[in-house]
């Protein structure tokens, strides 16, 4: 039988609310440009540390064993949780949106202004750090820009 998390990731994904799957080649602690986390995922460094999308429509990076984060969102939304998701726009910026309406909750505000599409990813390792893949440049570290 299926796990819970895989019954699930499966149902979002039919229902279309995951828009891009990790291509095979992506590793586990790696979050891409367009693709998002819904509450509830997480990104996972050697079952160490973690980086989580929260049912609160919170995001934050721990370790594993520690319910005290390294670093995380401050966000007070009354809107409809399970519909809020994090996701690397296309200028590389961090935003968690509500579903409902569109709204940006949160941003890193780590904008490129540079033409073209980048290569931006988020790589969990230590730390959560936010790379211009085209450069492999650090942009933004538990949540402070570089």
């Known amino acids: 039988m ?3 998390s895989n019954v699930l990731l499966l149902l979002l994904m039919t229902a279309g609310l995951i828009l891009t799957s990790l291509p095979s080649t992506t590793p586990a602690n790696h979050l891409v440009i367009r693709q998002y986390m819904p509450p509830g995922f997480s990104l996972n460094y050697q079952n ?6 929260r049912n609160d429509c919170n995001a934050a990076f721990r370790e594993v064993n520690s319910p005290d ?5 401050y966000i007070n939304f009354d809107g409809p ?4 998701h994090l ?7 961090i935003v968690i949106l509500s579903e409902y309406g569109g709204i940006v909750l949160w941003e890193s505000q780590t904008q490129l202004t540079s033409d073209g599409a980048t290569h931006c990813f988020i790589e969990i390792t230590e730390n ?3 790379y211009d893949g085209a450069a492999r440049n650090k942009l933004w570290v538990n949540g402070n820009k570089v």
């Open 87 to 93: 996701k690397i726009r296309i200028n590389c910026n």
């Open 128 to 130: 959560a750090t936010l």
């Open 48 to 53: 160490q540390y973690i980086f989580e999308m």
């Open 2 to 4: 299926a796990s819970s």
């Open 81 to 84: 949780k399970e519909r809020c």
């Open 69 to 73: 984060p390294i670093w995380q969102t």
